[in-house]
């Protein structure tokens, strides 16, 4: 496998966390380096680790992981999308928001969009790719485009208010849809 596929594969796996990195970028929380860095480099490990973990598994564990795989990122990603909603449109003038780069909302971030790379890791264990080169890759370029998506969700974020935290929710719903849809359809 050479270079350009590699890239290939890590711009595409990086996708679902760019998108979830510009809705939580939307919320007005990530306003220091550490949440930045803490939400980049979250999303980033986790997708080094999964096509690690993919590649290990191996056969004996992927029937069981691909037959639920859609069914838990969809949930993750749905739970995390209706709770930004809901907290924007709480009307209490004490609005309480979460910060997005801790505790189990970054774990559950972490996990719904590195999944994808846990069927990744499975197929280049098919095709005797070592595993550690595109790895670090992926994990790179996630973290990478997780931060310009933190930058640009803040941007908008700043331009438009709470509107902009219900979309970055519907985003992570839309995610969600398309992977249960592409899960479901085979």
Known sequence: MNILEILFIAVALAMD?????VAAGTSGLLDNARAKFRLSFHLGLFQFFMPIIGWYAGIHIAPLVSAVDHWVASGLLLF?????ITGAL???????????TRGYTLVLLAVATSIDALAIGFSLAMVNVDIWYPSVIIGVITSGMSLAGIKLGRFLGKRAGSRMEIVGGAILIAIALRILYSGLAG
């Open 90 to 100: 709480d009307d209490d003038g004490e609005k309480v928001k979460k910060d997005p």
């Open 17 to 21: 966390a760019f998108a979830v990195s």
């Open 80 to 84: 995390v999308g209706i709770r930004m």
